[in-house]
């Protein structure tokens, strides 16, 4: 069987970010906002009265200290709460085409790649931007790949499923070399008028080129030894917008049509699931924790990772097993274990072995295993 190397990685990070402080600022003059317009419902007990927040239940509750979003002026209106992202005419690049392309080139310089080598392409996230064309044949065309591309949704943990798919079709001889791209646009999703979830989120595109050992000649390249996926349903975490909306004009616009979440519930319920797949995972390739070296989680919340990382280690992981990038980037759906990986693995030596993982939505859960060549 073809070995499979992840042979490159990309990062683009938008100009803007939002401290914790600046969105307490504009939700707490959203908050006396609304108070002020509906005082007389309020007192007749008709709505009810929201409250105000502050910066350190945020990095309490998440460890989220601040997050890079496409567009700062429109989320910190209080008039607005939401990004200012201006519509594109057909003949221009998508926003995600254009996040993935910055994104993509940093990749291929890593592998010693150009896009004439690229001969499929996955782009792997929450939310596509429209419906068709994909928006991976978009971006297979940007960069001047061959082959074939296409799209997949499976939320939070869309870049590890999409990570295995790729490895498959490389063993399989279906691709050679193949492109996964995240590009994440969350704050397009997000309820930033929420107080329990409009901390969460920031905007962020991560690119993984993987191909066959045989054809790579990026020295510091890591092999995929082993990949593991898991789904199971639950509405814990749910978006239901989607083109169907139209058909009922009376949910135009309602909460459920953007990101919520019972948080609580899934940490009760998605820590065990997670640290109990990455333990059986080590197990099924004779494996043991102890041989991790780097565990790249899914930075949705410090508390979960280090829950997560205790159990399969059996011990308090320090910051270097298990490093975070959620403090500054917050979650990026997808990307999120991606980043991690991307940031914090050329300190590791040749046959260490570490874990991307993520988990999210659906529940869904995967596990990519990987050892320093």
Known sequence: MKKVVISGTGLFTPQESITNEELMDSFNAYVELFNTNNAQAIERGDVSALKTSFPEFIEKASGIKSRYVINKAGILDPHRMYPIIADRSDDEQSLQCEMAVKAVQEALAKAGKTGADIDAVIVACSNMQRAYPAMSIEIQNAIGAKGFAFDMNVACSSATFGLQTAADMIRSGSAKCVLMVNPEICSGHLEWRDRDCHFIFGDVCTTVILESEETCTNPQAWEVIGTKLQTQFSNNIRNNFGFLNRCDEEGVGKRDKLFRQEGRKVFKEVCPMVAEQITQHLGELDLQASQLKRMWLHQ???????????????????????????????????????????????????????????????????????KKR
């Open 300 to 370: 949705a919340n410090s508390n979960m990772n280090a829950l997560i990382a205790r159990k399969v280690l059996d011990r308090d992981p320090s910051p270097e097993e298990s490093p975070t990038i959620l403090d500054t980037y917050a979650n990026t759906s997808s990307a999120g274990s991606i980043i991690a990986f991307h940031l914090h693995n050329q300190d590791l030596a040749s046959g260490d072995v570490g874990v991307i993982c993520s988990f999210g939505a659906g529940y869904s859960i995967g596990s990519v295993i990987v």
